[in-house]
């Protein structure tokens, strides 16, 4: 495999943004990409970075895309052309989080242009990036993952190998799914307790000296929902997508997933409800009136 400098990375959204800063930090050559072309530019200068091109790809070592969903992957790397612009043996690694079918399927056609596939889902959220501090989730070879291992502990601190292609997207699902049906628990503990007379900060201390501590109790409920700032940068409709996927798994497998399926519902509602501005966190305000 072609050793690794020159990186592309497409999607410089809330978490593609640092993620790619902390690469450069590393070292990294990077060229980077977003849709948006304002956001390209500012963050290239920021760098001191050049913008990916179909011709400035063409020597890149690996592509790394942090897109919304698979829609918006594959349309990327299939439709727009990138991943055929890669020299052979080259690396794609899908770091959004999407579909574990369908990355399993895009994993076997970017193999037939002769690249190698990781898909690497991260946990851990904006804070988290900009400190180079992720969860990453691997599906693919453990030799492209043993060849990659460098760059991607460059955006984390746990870098685990959960199996072949789609693995990594299957496992991110499933954290989530945990991680909404957490945090909605949560808040509706919360709202029973005030309604009983007992403040949400009370509530929450209680929580996290407790057996109901949770990521959502220890580091969103003072941190983005009590002080209404809502501005956790996860988005409420992309943590609607994960629950769709997890779901979809489930049902793929045949497994009934009773909870999930109410999860899903609960979340599904209040994303009907949002715009793709409103943050997960909101499911404070979303859920007070139940
Ligand atoms: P975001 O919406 O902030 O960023 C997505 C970026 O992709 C945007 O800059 C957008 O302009 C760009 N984009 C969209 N279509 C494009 C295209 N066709 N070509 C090039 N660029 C395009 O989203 P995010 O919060 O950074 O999330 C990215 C992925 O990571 C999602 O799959 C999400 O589920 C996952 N994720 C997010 C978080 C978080 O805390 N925000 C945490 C873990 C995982």
């Known amino acids: ?36 072309k304002a956001r390209t530019r500012d963050l290239c200068a920021r760098l001191g970075s050049r913008a990916l091109t179909k011709e400035t790809l063409d020597d890149c070592d690996v592509l790394i895309t942090m897109l919304p969903n698979s829609d918006i992957v594959e ?77 991607l502990n460059g955006m984390g601190r746990s870098v685990l190998h959960i199996g072949g292609a789609g693995a990594g997207h299957a496992a991110k699902a499933l954290n989530n799914f945990v991680s909404a049906a957490g945090l909605a628990a949560t808040v509706e503990a919360l709202h029973v307790a005030q309604r009983f007379g007992i403040e949400p900060t009370v509530m929450t201390d209680v929580l996290n000296a407790s057996t109901g501590r949770s990521n959502t109790s220890e580091n969103k409920v003072k941190q983005f929902m009590l002080n209404g ?59 007070a009136d139940e």
């Not at 990355?103 to 900009?130: F, I, K, T, Y």
């Not at 049902?251 to 409103?278: F, I, N, P, Q």
């Open 75 to 151: 349309e990327v790397l299939l439709h727009n052309g990138w991943a055929s612009a890669l020299p052979r043996d080259a690396v794609v690694v899908d770091m959004s989080s999407s579909v574990p079918m369908r990355s399993r399927q895009l994993a076997g056609e970017v193999a037939a242009m002769g690249l190698h596939w990781l898909d690497a889902p991260v946990s851990g959220g904006v804070n988290r990036a900009a400190e180079g501090q992720l969860a990453i989730m691997v599906g693919g070879e453990p030799q492209v993952l043993a060849h990659c291992s460098a760059l």
């Open 1 to 36: 495999m072609r050793k690794i400098s020159k990186v592309g990375f497409i999607g410089l959204g809330m978490m593609g943004a640092p993620m790619a800063t902390c690469l450069v930090r590393a070292g990294y050559e990077m060229l980077l990409q977003d849709a948006d």
């Open 229 to 287: 700032r809502f501005d956790s940068g996860f988005a409420l409709k992309l943590m609607d997508k994960d629950l769709h996927i997890a779901q979809a798994l489930a049902e793929d497998v045949g497994y009934a997933m009773t909870l999930g399926r109410s999860c899903t519902a609960l979340w599904h509602d209040a994303a009907a409800k949002a715009t793709a501005a409103t943050d997960h966190t909101e499911m404070y305000r979303l859920l």
